[in-house]
């Protein structure tokens, strides 16, 4: 990419995206999950936020096919809180490509596809694990108190917070690409700014895997007159054993392609199964 | 009538989540009850069921598609059936849980049915309809929706819920515990997915650092989100460095 | 007399640290307070008080030059009026409490006053007088001191307590509340210079470590600055090795 | 700086530093809060414990005037425990440049600033945060049992621990600086030592941060029936969050370059304000 | 006399290492103690005396050859005597302490004879001579077992343990205290010779992280041993991108 | 070491170790502490296992004397668990070194002393900090409720963790050493490996002297009437002082090269003798 062409960015846009672009861009971001799906989960959603951009980038049909299509691959993040982010470096970066910078579809994808994990795994682990549960649990001891403002409170502030920082970290994003856009495309610096979102969403998770898969065994048996409780013998040994267990069984069927539905109809068999034998048991909480 | 249909109207969004700019909340029993309440002429009473339900799924969490039960199902459904059925809102959560359980296999089938509408949608894009596209979006998949939440919410609050709560009284409770364990195990999907994305062999330790701060220290999600970040930004700056030289 | 004088002499040293070979100590109650019950002929009922006073502060800290609350002024005068007023050594925090908060004004207009010597001694700084530069370090200050400090103190003795427990007790809570709530306040400051001269881009982040290690694990100072000397020595030998390979 | 000039150093030294002249200089430190004031803070105090320094090394007025001139600039340490290490540097490093190495008045300075503010933050934190609440807490018990030992012990334990820490800091200092001025000075390493020192400084004063500035919201509400009390929430979503904003609306004040006074008069303003309307309260220790 | 010669047995065995695959449990009091319970033909008296000295002993840790009381003659001996003397096996441990402890004496004597036998294979060694070499592993330290440990079991368990428990109760309390306190302190012996294996000057820092992670936060073992392992992959992972650039 | 040899050694071996050899060497190895002594701990007994390999790749008696005597040397590591795993590779390197790759006995030494240390503290740390205590303590509860599974179990348990790990160790150690020995040797690779081992290492050994070393002072003195309980102070200090000062004194010992006999003599006469005066005492647990 000779300085040539940066120049010919800064100097001579032909096609400029508006403000009006970009909120309608976002905002159509929110149904992402409509038609949501186990094949490409976001895919068709993400597809469908992008088209009032390429209306405005692209005139021809043919333009149009092409710019829709590199959308219509698999996509997954957290869509409402933070995720927002990835769309809005994807809007700067087709202006910026529909403006001469020698930036390809891979170039786009693949910024879109290294950023997706992080982001999902910080912001399901902020809206999720942080906002939803202190909003929902003020409002509803409001609520159980008879008080109308529980629910309202918690619509309310549940979507203030979710559209303010919906919106900022979408513009956060084009305002990024648009200036970043050209090291982002660097050799190692969107790996470099990847893998450090991915060391915080990787430290989310454990968290959240450690406090949100609620099993335990309920396996008691008696050597004697000795009554041994299995899940107190695992917890002195390595405490929440069985989630983790669970977790990296899981990853390592991913791991081996298999699909979401396949592995959800082993998470029944086994979980109703286990559950019946008296091996697994729901956590009280 | 009214509220009957006004409730598979409830039912039917907060699963087809037409925009989460409304949807959003409609995933939670306490607005979605909420709602209900409001369809069902009970503001108090359902809001009470409902929050007696919400607070049974404060660590409800949803990941890469996947959910340890059907909130949206145990919200909507759970509210209904306790107004119906007269009940105090108290025992809401008795009969949310089974639905939620339930719900999964009805999410399950949403979920994997949609798959034929990007089907569709691929060959619009291929030819540049970008709004056929559009309507593959976000119709068919609503009447999806409508089929497999709206229209038993409209027979559970038109045919009134005595069968609904029959039924539900007939299920045992080790069918219900059975569920509860599924339910209980579904998240490793939803986490172990995040995990697929993000996991490269360098970096992976930090998710089992997360998984013991948590397990060891009792530290909530809050503090390893603070001390995530932290650590995030110290290894952004501390490894920029290698090409610079030490000092800034 | 002479233990009004005496407490004068204690009120002025307290906050014009000569040197802090002698003085470093005269910033608590404990030390000061019982020079004062010395001065006074009171040696155990003082020191009592000042160790009631001196306990309600265990955790008061100056930094950058700023706290939260005036200690100095608090140790010697609420010894002294505690003994003054004849009152039970277990109530003199109450004497010392609205002097210390009072005292923040009289050490501000302390700090700021003594800026005007520092022009002097540039000027002699200039000239190479040594000697003159030498004499603003230690006089105008001194005297500035036993003004602000001294003086009241010598009033406080000799005319008696009983206007100023008066005084004190026309303050109404609300203001000591409020003034309490500055001093509380204050550390911020100092506590924000010291981050103003430390803080860059690449290593702010172990203030916040610092911050949320407490918070969340209710580690003590000592700990934290065990750790943070491990850290510290830690990154200093692996940064190192950049230059010089894995190996020592 | 050629190599010349190093073994000039090495070989020929024309004045030198006594052993007395060490300790006088350090001593003179324990006065560098004499003429305190927000505007130099320990400029003055420090520019005066360099007298017999300067004195010895210079002997011209003209000369001397130019070398305690640069003491009178802003400065401002932990200047009994650990912040004398910088004047040991100093001295060593004046020593030198009165014996031909190439030391700018600007080395030594750099060398003071960058070293001020970690000693600063671990000296206030030893000193204050740990030697003080000890030795202070022991010895109220003993005064309160009515033991005259109590103060005493306190006197005698603190002066103790405080002169032979200021001392060996000071001689460590000054050593260092003999023997590693040179490499301190090489272009990096005064920043990395500083650096380091600075991680130490910053998370200690984290830490002091944490406990010491005691605000709290005494705001309680209720919206119906439900008593709603706000540090609570607050605390369940971050706890001590207000003593952490109040540090870094301050650190903000101060970059914007707000004076210390101005700051103050804000804080008195702020405190008293937000306490009559009930806003904040101290923390009830 | 038969159960006298087993006793001697499993006393010398204990600490003559013949094969771990073996002795390697011979160490403990639970195991060694219960193999003298059914020499005796006591197996239950004797498997509970022997769990009792057992319990008193799960912190115990032999490194780098030395150890905080000698637990394969306590577990012997105390079971030994708790059944010759036929009290309680709760009492056990009363016999078993002061037996670790004298045990200290006789462990160092052991490991100080069996220097010689290494002199001795040296020159075997030198000569290539194998089989020479082999004997000297195995053969001499296993008599010199039998004479400090053997011996004096049979001599126990043989001519009946009131001597011996006379003996015991003869020792002052403070002997007994003051050999606590010796064993107390051993383990620090074993962890220094690792720590000299271990510690250089870049990475010391990490035994005290170790050390202040326990005290301060009061994580078990296998807790630091987690975070331990940890630290040590990310380490090395981002340690090696040194050479290769940041991503994988 | 020429690429040339390094084919020699993948294209035709001359002696090759069959799996007989090593589970014999493997086993052997658990008489690595038999003829136990402080001057070269388990020096013999880890010459000893390595008969059966010696005996397979050299035939003369020259060349065994040779191999033989550079495992006389003073070893010690953690031998039952996790220490295999340096004999595994040490068959490794003899067998190549037999097989004309230019291995050194230097070479192999410092694999194998770089190595004990870690693996010593991990070894000891996972085998008596972490296996031991919870088999013992569950075995106990069944032994005292008098069942005879209590003991069986514990010794069953014990062994199958033990040999299944040790037989892993060592079969890791083997094959890591066949085929990465190369690069084992290439310098650097060794030192960070070792490294990172010994962070783990020292890290876990750090945790066993703050839990093992039971000591602590019973002074109590009052002044006047307050009594005061000198290990209070301390622990309000810094907790634990004591352990980790005997521990760092120890080790002080240690690098002055003091031998172990004569420090086991010191912390005789100190225990005794601070005992009997009052100074120390055991911690009660
Ligand atoms: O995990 C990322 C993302 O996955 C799916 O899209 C849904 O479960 C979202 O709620 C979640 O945020
Ligand atoms: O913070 C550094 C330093 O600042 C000022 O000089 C004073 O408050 C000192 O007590 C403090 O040590
Ligand atoms: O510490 C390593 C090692 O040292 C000695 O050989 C013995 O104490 C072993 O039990 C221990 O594993």
């Known amino acids: ?285 | 009538m009214l509220s009957a249909i006004l409730v598979a109207i409830i039912a039917t969004m907060s699963t087809w989540w037409v925009s989460h700019v409304i949807t959003r909340t409609w995933l939670y029993p306490l607005w979605a009850g909420f709602l209900v309440a409001l369809a069902m002429g009970q503001p108090v009473e359902g809001m009470k069921a409902a929050a007696y339900i919400q607070l049974t799924y404060l660590g409800w969490i949803t990941a890469g598609g996947t959910m340890p039960g059907n909130l949206m199902v145990a919200g909507v459904f759970g509210t209904a059936l306790t107004l119906v059925s007269g009940a105090d809102p108290s025992l809401a959560p008795t009969f949310a849980v089974p639905f939620s359980l339930l719900g999964i296999l009805s999410f399950q089938a949403y979920m994997t049915i949609n798959s034929i509408w990007i089907h569709k949608a691929d060959k619009y894009a291929l030819e540049g309809d970008l709004t056929k596209l559009r309507f593959m979006n976000y119709v068919p998949s609503g009447i999806l929706s409508f089929i497999l939440n709206g229209i038993p919410a409209f027979i559970l609050v038109y045919y009134g819920g005595d069968v609904t709560t029959r039924a539900l009284a007939a299920i045992p409770t080790s069918i219900i515990t059975a569920f509860s364990v599924v339910g209980a195990l579904m998240p490793a999907l939803g986490i172990a997915m995040l995990l697929s994305y993000l996991s490269k062999k360098k970096i992976v330790g930090f998710f089992f650092a997360g998984y013991f701060l948590t397990v060891y220290l009792h530290l909530d999600t809050m503090a390893i989100t603070i001390f995530a970040a932290i650590i995030g930004v110290l290894i952004y700056f501390f490894t920029t460095d290698k090409k610079t030289g030490v000092a800034e």
């Open chain 1, 1 to 285: 990419m000779a300085d040539s062409q940066i120049e010919n960015m800064n100097v001579q846009p032909k096609v400029k995206l508006t403000k009006r672009d970009l909120i309608k861009h976002w905002l159509l971001g929110y149904s992402s999950e409509t038609c949501y799906n186990f094949e490409r989960l976001q895919a068709l959603g993400t597809a469908n936020a992008m088209i009032p951009i390429i209306k405005k980038l692209y005139k021809t049909k043919a333009e149009r096919a092409k710019a829709i299509q590199k959308y219509m691959v698999f996509f997954n993040t957290e869509p409402s809180y933070i995720g927002t982010v990835i769309h809005g470096i994807a809007a700067s970066m087709e202006e910026q490509a529909a403006n001469g910078v020698e930036i390809t579809d891979e170039d786009i994808n693949s910024v879109r596809t290294g950023l997706m994990g992080p982001m999902a795994g910080i912001g399901d682990t902020v809206s999720q694990g942080i906002v939803y549960p202190i909003l929902a649990g003020i409002s509803c001891s409001l609520a159980l108190a008879g008080n109308i403002f529980g629910p309202i409170f918690f619509e309310v502030g549940y979507k203030v917070i979710m559209l303010s920082t919906g919106y900022s970290m979408y513009m956060l994003g084009y305002k990024k690409g648009k200036t970043a856009v050209l090291s982002f495309l660097k050799a190692g610096t969107l790996n470099r700014i990847t893998e450090i979102f991915s060391v915080v969403g990787l430290m989310v998770i454990g968290s959240l895997a450690a406090t949100r898969i609620g099993i335990v065994t309920p396996i008691e048996f008696s050597v004697g007159e000795v009554g041994i409780n299995l899940q107190k013998v695992l917890d002195s040994l390595l405490p929440s054993m069985l989630p983790l267990a669970a977790t990296l069984g899981v990853w390592k069927l991913i791991s081996n392609r298999m699909s979401p539905t396949a592995i959800i109809a082993i998470l029944f068999v086994v979980g109703i199964v286990a559950s019946l034998l008296g091996i697994l048991a729901p956590l009280a909480q």
